[in-house]
């Protein structure tokens, strides 16, 4: 099952621990497990986006790692989506991340 946001449908979110980093570019969101959101039960946190995501220490070494874990209470409550991008430019991937963080507001995308 996927999620969207907006008009851009995302993969199924996975839970942090078993992601499996795409080596393509895409947009990504970080989610927080939250049983009071509807339709499907995740809170974002934060949106992002990269060329290739397949260092898996990427996430936990990222600046806003500690916002995440703090939102979600812990790691085991952090899930991760995907918008795959593979044809797409730097500017456009940048232009809709920009679009998605002004609809939806991340808490961790705060400056």
């Known amino acids: ?34 049983p009071k959101v509807k339709p499907k039960p995740y809170l974002v946190l934060f949106f992002g986006e990269c060329e290739n995501l397949s260092d898996q220490t990427f996430f936990r070494s990222h600046i806003k790692y500690s916002c995440w874990t703090k939102q979600a209470g812990s790691e085991k409550n952090l899930f991760i989506t995907q918008l795959k991008m593979p044809d797409a430019e730097a500017l456009i991937r940048k232009k809709t991340l920009n679009t998605l963080i002004q609809k939806f507001q991340p808490v961790c995308n705060e400056v």
């Open 1 to 34: 099952m996927s999620i969207q946001f907006g008009d851009h449908i995302f993969d199924e979110p996975t839970p942090f621990g078993k992601w499996q980093p795409p080596k393509q570019p895409c947009i990504y969101a970080v989610l927080a497990h939250d």
